[in-house]
């Protein structure tokens, strides 16, 4: 499987600099069609094909001569959803994906060319993508808000193309070909949070929590049965703490388990109780103050995978291990 961190910008081939011209002074319209997909079986059909998406990009890069930075919001947006479109069209995707893909990115490009006020912030689950990782999408919904969103937009922006990307990758092939694109988008979102504590660093506006995720396996609950790469939020988070400067002034956690039934009866709501006393157990070893540590668990309540249709139960298993989670949230101040 490709790399989605390389862009269409990095990948596209060298088409000569006359055609840049004519890109610079491309119409204010959506006209960006690729070819049937029964048709994309020649050289000459591609070649056209990847002339669309060279025509797409150059509008990208005269918006940003113009003016517009790299940054900005729509302009990420507009970018991340055409690499995630050529990138799918260069894996041979023959679903409606990479025309709606090219398509939201060219809705973008005409609203910034025509000075359109306000840019629309929505993200259409295009070719039907399966909504996936609710809590991601939240952390981005809150991001939106804060005080130092125009210094995370970009990261934010490409986090809620790639969660489209991924929720069309389970429906084509389920959870093994969405899972990159589930961690891409996981660490855009871990990573606009960080930018946007950084840009309020100046203001008096409290930053806002460092949320991590530890995750467990099915129907176990000690410090053994953690995930181990999981346990890097935790580090990345303490880490910020400190390169931020910030005070800790509590930290809360909140434990989950996945829809599927362990050990007896409301066996879930007991499960993530203890999860969250293993985690618990597990800051106050790395030095927090227990007194700074409180608790709660939601059983199977919340959960933020769904997994539906997922089969066989190896796969269902590691689909819903999201789900079987304690939310660590780290409440700092300057």
Not at 75 to 81: F, G, M, N
Not at 319 to 328: A, G, I
């Given at each position: 499987?490709k790399?989605?961190?390389?862009?269409?910008?990095?990948?596209?081939?060298?088409?000569?600099?006359?055609?840049?011209?004519?890109?610079?002074?491309?119409?204010?319209?959506?006209?960006?069609?690729?070819?049937?997909q029964?048709?994309?079986?020649?050289?000459?059909?591609?070649?056209?094909?990847?002339?669309?998406?060279?025509?797409t990009?150059?509008r990208?890069?005269?918006?940003?001569?113009?003016?517009?930075?790299?940054?900005?919001?729509h302009?990420?947006?507009?970018?991340?959803?055409l690499?995630?479109s050529?990138?799918?069209?260069?894996?041979?995707?023959?679903?409606?994906?990479?025309?709606?893909?090219?398509?939201?990115?060219?809705?973008?490009?005409?609203?910034?060319e025509?000075?359109?006020?306000?840019?629309?912030?929505?993200?259409?689950?295009?070719?039907?993508?399966?909504?996936?990782?609710?809590?991601?999408?939240?952390?981005?919904?809150?991001?939106?808000?804060s005080?130092g969103?125009?210094?995370?937009?970009?990261?934010?922006a490409?986090?809620?193309?790639?969660?489209?990307?991924a929720?069309?990758?389970?429906?084509?092939?389920?959870?093994?070909?969405?899972?990159?694109?589930?961690?891409?988008?996981?660490?855009?979102?871990?990573?606009?949070?960080?930018?946007?504590?950084?840009?309020?660093?100046?203001?008096?506006?409290?930053?806002?929590?460092?949320?991590a995720?530890?995750?467990?396996?099915?129907?176990?609950?000690g410090?053994r049965?953690?995930?181990?790469?999981?346990?890097?939020?935790?580090?990345?988070?303490?880490?910020?703490?400190?390169?931020?400067?910030?005070?800790?002034?509590?930290?809360?956690?909140?434990?989950?388990?996945?829809?599927?039934?362990?050990?007896?009866?409301?066996?879930?709501?007991?499960?993530?109780?203890?999860?969250?006393?293993?985690?618990r157990?597990?800051?106050?070893?790395?030095?927090?103050?227990?007194?700074k540590?409180?608790?709660?668990?939601?059983?199977?309540?919340?959960?933020?995978?769904?997994?539906?249709?997922?089969?066989?139960?190896?796969?269902?298993?590691e689909?819903?291990?999201?789900?079987?989670?304690?939310?660590?949230r780290?409440?700092?101040?300057r």
């Open positions: 499987m790399n989605t961190a390389m862009t269409f910008h990095a990948a596209r081939p060298l088409l000569g600099a006359a055609l840049f011209t004519v890109l610079a002074g491309a119409a204010s319209a959506q006209t960006a069609q690729l070819l049937p029964q048709q994309r079986i020649s050289d000459e059909a591609i070649h056209a094909d990847h002339a669309t998406y060279e025509a990009q150059g990208i890069q005269a918006l940003n001569d113009s003016g517009r930075p790299i940054r900005d919001y302009l990420s947006k507009a970018q991340c959803w690499d995630v050529f990138h799918e069209y260069s894996r041979n995707d023959r679903s409606d994906f990479p025309q709606a893909a090219l398509g939201e990115s060219e809705r973008l490009i005409v609203g910034m025509q000075g359109a006020s306000p840019l629309p912030t929505d993200t259409p689950l295009v070719n039907n993508a399966k909504y996936l990782r609710v809590d991601l999408w939240q952390r981005l919904r809150v991001l939106h808000g005080p969103f125009a210094c995370a937009a970009q990261q934010v490409c986090g809620e193309v790639e969660l489209v990307h929720g069309n990758e389970f429906n084509q092939q389920q959870w093994r070909h969405s899972k990159p694109y589930i961690q891409i988008a996981e660490e855009l979102v871990n990573d606009a949070e960080a930018q946007a504590r950084q840009c309020a660093v100046a203001s008096t506006v409290a930053p806002g929590p460092l949320v995720n530890v995750l467990f396996e099915f129907d176990r609950d410090y049965d953690i995930r181990t790469y999981s346990l890097e939020s935790i580090d990345r988070a303490l880490a910020s703490i400190g390169s931020e400067s910030l005070q800790l002034q509590s930290v809360v956690l909140v434990g989950h388990a996945d829809r599927l039934q362990g050990r007896g009866f409301d066996a879930n709501q007991a499960l993530s109780e203890r999860r969250a006393k293993t985690v157990e597990l800051l106050i070893g790395r030095g927090l103050d227990p007194a540590i409180r608790y709660e668990y939601r059983g199977d309540t919340q959960q933020v995978q769904q997994c539906d249709g997922v089969k066989p139960r190896a796969a269902l298993l689909c819903l291990l999201p789900n079987r989670r304690v939310e660590v780290f409440e700092v101040a």
